[in-house]
């Protein structure tokens, strides 16, 4: 009996992984320049966050917060699928990060690469600006930019 394998090229040529991503860079071998192309996001894209409300008055200790999606697929930093990507949740953001550039990660940047859709924040009293950023798989927003309207609540 004969066994025929299938190497599915399309899907394995769609899941690069991120660090293997660069926005620029020279290939010596063709003298070509390597430039990254953003994702796009389909018309009426939209991200918002489901809870907590804006206005929110919640107690201190976890807050749950639950992305909302439309339009567009979740899936993992580092998969390359047209009109997907994933979550970024901005807490107390300063200024909006370049669209042009990975989101940062750090405290006022958190990414939930692997496709989460909710997150428990640890919060102290205070009021917080929490907002969504959809970034591609290799941390990029999207053009255009799938970004929520921004919710602020009060920890008390």
């Excluded at 970024?88 to 550039?101: G, I, R, T």
């Excluded at 591609?136 to 927003?141: K, M």
């Amino acid at each position: 009996m004969k066994f025929i394998w299938i190497v599915p090229l399309i899907v394995i040529g769609a899941c690069r992984p991120a660090s293997e991503v660069s926005t620029t860079s020279d290939d010596t071998a063709t003298g070509m320049e390597n430039v990254y192309t953003p994702s796009e996001s389909p018309e009426n894209a939209k991200v918002y966050i489901i809870e907590p409300e804006d206005g929110a008055i919640v107690p201190s200790g976890t807050v749950t917060v639950r992305f909302g999606l439309s339009k567009m697929g979740v899936a993992p930093a580092g998969i390359d699928f047209p009109h997907a990507g994933h979550h970024h949740l901005l807490v107390n953001a300063a200024e909006l990060p370049p669209m042009d550039q990975p989101i940062p990660a750090d405290s006022a940047h958190l990414h939930f690469g692997t496709g989460q859709t909710e997150t428990d924040l640890d919060l102290a009293p205070g009021i917080y600006t929490l907002q969504l950023l959809l970034g591609d798989f290799a941390h990029i927003p999207h053009e255009p930019p799938v970004l929520s309207e921004p919710v602020t609540i009060t920890v008390q």
